[in-house]
């Protein structure tokens, strides 16, 4: 690839666009590779699942591999290479020199996922150093669901408040409400911080309320939004005696996979919503779901309820768009214009899941 590379350059005086990606394409590396497109001579687009960038807990060997697939999609859209190389070629044996950027590590999903962006940075500046484009075209942050974004700010926010506690009703791995390294309270380890409360909504309902009267530390409790109704009496209590109990209620629409109608929340949120004294916070889209934890932990007087996603939303851009802070208001302006035909009210995730590039301007 290399040498194919200075020959379109030096030889050729052709302008190289390069878009990296892991493979399983979609419709964003399918922009990015348009917009290569119509910008340079020649569009390489590199298809390789990179091992560094995995932690010890997550599964390299699961990643979603479908080079045929691919290929043919790449076919389709036009693109002149497709550069796949194995992990010896880009990590021979005795590889060590890697490539950190300093404080990009420390927040968020860096926090949560150590040696992750040293992994992504070293590859990228291994594949620039290979492909030597003109031109490198990079997406946003991949959209996620928000149960996956409040994970990770729930891991990233936990090694500074010790008496944030909690667990889930028997649905941990899905609504992301483990604190890693956190161990599993049981009647032996009263210093752990994961408690599995299993598959009885309204006993969690019941025991968070007693840790908030307990004082000293912020409880939360986690499972499908459809099974808020078990747990309602707990939440009406908490509500009436104003203690700050924390609920992460996910899979917040009809979007919620395989389960069916039997799952899928319809006249749930409007009757939490209904609960006098209960703080309902349905985030837009990931970065809305930080300021979404800020508030539930800041929050002094009756429980909140966190409403997030299954299915992925978008990341809306907050240097185009109005900061997430504004949810503290409870609602803000994302985008105007000076005459606007029509005012477009979007709430919660259904602002995540497709806001238009141009919003402001149509």
């Not at 960038?53 to 999609?73: K, S, V, W």
């Not at 590859?123 to 997406?139: D, K, T, W």
Request: glycine share 10%; aromatic share 8%; hydrophobic share 45%.
């Amino acid at each position: 690839m290399m040498s194919l590379a200075r020959k379109l350059r030096r030889e050729e005086n052709r302008t190289i666009g390069f878009v990296p990606t892991m493979g399983a394409l979609h419709d964003g590396h399918l922009s990015l590779i348009h917009e290569a497109r119509a910008l340079c001579d020649v569009v390489v687009v590199s298809v390789f699942v990179n091992p560094a960038q995995f932690g010890p807990t997550e599964d390299f060997n699961a990643y979603p591999r479908d080079l045929t697939r691919d290929a043919e999609l790449l076919a389709e859209y036009n693109v002149d290479y497709v550069f796949a190389p194995t992990v010896e070629e880009i990590y021979p044996v005795g590889f060590s020199a890697y490539v950190t950027v300093e404080g990009l590590a420390d927040n968020l999903e860096g926090a949560a996922r150590p040696g992750h962006f040293r992994g992504v940075t070293t590859v990228v500046a291994i594949l620039l150093n290979v492909v030597r484009p003109n031109f490198a075209f990079f997406g946003q942050k991949d959209a996620q669901a928000t149960r996956a974004a409040s994970g990770k700010v729930l891991n990233a926010i936990a090694p500074n408040l010790p008496e944030l506690i909690g667990g889930s009703a028997d649905l941990t791995g899905s609504n992301n409400t483990e604190i890693k390294s956190g161990g599993a309270f049981s009647a032996t380890t009263h210093g752990a911080r994961n408690f599995h409360f299993g598959i009885r909504e309204h006993a969690m309902g019941a025991a968070l309320n007693g840790i908030a009267l307990h004082r000293g530390f912020i409880p939360f409790g986690g499972t499908f939004l459809i099974f808020s109704d078990y747990m309602r009496p707990s939440i009406r209590l908490a509500a009436l005696t104003h203690l700050k109990p924390i609920y992460v209620f996910t899979h917040d629409s009809i979007g919620l996979g395989e389960d069916g109608p039997t799952h899928q929340p319809i006249e749930q949120l409007a009757a939490l919503r209904a609960i006098p004294n209960l703080t309902v916070i349905r985030p837009s889209d990931p970065t809305e779901v930080v300021e979404a934890w800020r508030a539930a932990i800041l929050h002094k007087n009756g429980p909140v309820a966190l409403v997030l996603t299954r299915q992925k939303v978008a990341v809306v851009d907050r240097e185009r768009y109005a900061a997430a802070a504004g949810l503290h208001k409870g609602g803000y302006v994302l985008a105007s214009a000076e005459q606007p035909d029509i005012v477009f009210p979007a709430i919660d995730t259904f602002l995540g899941g497709g806001w238009p590039k141009d919003a402001a301007t149509k």
